[in-house]
């Protein structure tokens, strides 16, 4: 087991002992924000049609020659194409079009209705027009046979209207992981229950259930285990059965009723790391069982959620199957001091503006690990890079957005 390590090594020793999760295929209309587990490409150009963009007429290039608003050209009008319609039977002439609608292959430009009279019968064309005006050309969007998406995407609105768009009614995802969450302590009790001294209510359930819901996944609850060795054992090897990834909050460190350790020895769980280099949240260990994953995180409130955020989200995000499960990371300017000093990377709650040079970072409030307050207006973690010197209005850090819109 490795103890003390860096964030960036915890995460990759985890994704070392794991794999993505199995396919499956569902229905286009099911396929909002699940993983792609196949690349898509299209059967057909799109358009596969010639079409017109907008209201007009459709004719030869010819029949406009001289055309202008002085000396307007009049033209009989052979019908109607609407969206929809088959021209295949359609004769050699000029047509009022609708957009969207198909363009016989006789015709090479369409005069927008602007520059007529849009009569019915009759039409008087008032401009020249030129081979090709006006017209979407066959697979002028994407050709036949190209990839549009690639695996490991998340599948956005957008991306279900090209699929739609190119007849894709159903397709092959990443199956969803089964995440358990498991809170511990007997200071900790549901929010239905009066306060009493020395009890807390049970935040970081409600908050990580909430991150990992903003994944896609309903986490599967199984409440708060309180500081006996057997009732946590029994709820983990629950959990561990049930479940791919186990998320548990508290009893990590090294106090005498923190037995998370003490219980991956008595099922025998593999202990992939304990300890990081990373203040709040230092305490965080991971551990295998078979295909199973589980992660335990500090019990201090903002501990929880950041090493969460910076630990176990990319962990879950890479068995979904994401391309990019890392959080992006961008170069912001201080503009709040931070005079405390630490030997380990700390990540500090922050919001972000935009200034006049770039991304600007600011405080959320106070930075200790069980302060809460400050994750209300928390959209950012900030990585101070050098946590022996101070942090001074102007320094440039590193910074990551939480809950970033993922590709």
């Not at 894709?168 to 929010?191: A, N, R, S």
């Amino acid at each position: 087991m490795r103890k003390f390590i860096e964030t960036d090594i915890a995460i990759d020793l985890i994704l070392s002992k794991i794999k993505k999760q199995g396919k499956e295929v569902i229905k286009l209309e099911d396929s909002f924000n699940r993983i792609l587990a196949s690349d898509i490409f299209t059967k057909i150009p799109i358009p596969n049609f010639r079409k017109s963009p907008f209201d007009g007429y459709c004719l030869k290039n010819e029949y406009s020659k001289g055309a202008s608003y002085d000396n307007p050209k009049e033209l009989k009008v052979s019908g109607t194409i609407k969206a929809g319609d088959d021209i295949k039977y359609l004769k050699l002439g000029t047509y009022k079009i609708m957009t969207g609608a198909e363009i016989p292959e006789f015709c090479d430009l369409v005069i927008k209705k602007e520059d007529t009279n849009c009569g019915d019968n009759n039409v008087l064309i008032y401009k020249e027009g030129i081979p090709d005006e006006n017209i979407i050309k066959i697979g002028e969007d994407v050709g036949a046979g190209v990839k549009i998406v690639n695996k490991g995407t998340k599948i956005k609105p957008g991306i279900v209207a090209m699929l739609a768009t190119i007849g894709i009614y159903q397709l092959e995802v990443f199956k969803l992981p089964k995440v358990g969450l498991i809170t511990t302590g007997d200071e900790v009790i549901d929010l239905k229950i009066d306060l009493s001294p020395g009890k807390i209510y049970n935040s970081n359930k409600y908050a990580l259930l909430g991150f990992i819901n903003e994944l896609g996944i309903k986490a599967n609850d199984y409440g708060v285990a309180n500081d006996n060795i057997e009732v946590l054992k029994g709820k983990i090897k629950l959990a561990l059965e049930e479940n791919d990834v186990i998320i548990t909050t508290g009893g990590v460190s090294v106090g005498d009723y923190d037995y998370i350790q003490d219980v991956y020895n008595l099922l025998n769980i593999e202990k992939i790391f304990w300890s990081v280099k990373m203040k709040p949240g230092t305490p965080v260990m991971a551990g295998r069982l078979g295909d199973k994953i589980i992660i335990s995180l500090p019990g201090s409130p903002a501990a929880s959620l950041i090493t969460y955020e910076v630990i176990a989200k990319p962990v879950i995000k890479f068995i979904m199957g994401y391309n990019e499960y890392l959080a992006k990371r961008y170069i912001g300017i201080m503009k709040d001091d931070f005079k405390k000093l630490s030997n380990i990377t700390r990540f500090l709650r922050v919001y972000i503006t935009i200034g006049n040079e770039g991304y600007e970072i600011h405080l959320s409030g106070k930075q200790n690990a069980g302060v809460l307050q400050s994750m209300l207006s928390c959209t950012a973690l900030a990585k101070v890079l050098n946590p022996n010197e101070a942090i001074k209005i102007g320094d440039k850090l590193e910074f990551s957005f939480v809950n970033e819109a993922e590709n």
